[in-house]
């Protein structure tokens, strides 16, 4: 079922969740992501396809 087929909007009426919302807005968190070495992860992806294919079996 596609998402866009649900209503998006929502409503809160409790004052300490919207008070609570409010704060979390003002102090967004920071993520730091890991660069990642796309030449390394092919390398070990088609170490892992070699390895998996070996162990089947042929007839």
Not at 14 to 43: G, N
């Amino acid at each position: 079922m596609a998402t866009a087929s649900f209503n998006k909007d929502f409503v809160v009426t409790d004052e300490k969740s919207i008070q609570q919302l409010k704060s979390e807005l003002c102090k967004p968190r920071v993520v730091e992501v890991k660069k990642r070495d796309h030449k390394k992860d092919k390398v070990k992806g088609i170490s892992l396809l070699r390895q998996r294919l070996s162990s089947l079996e042929t007839y």
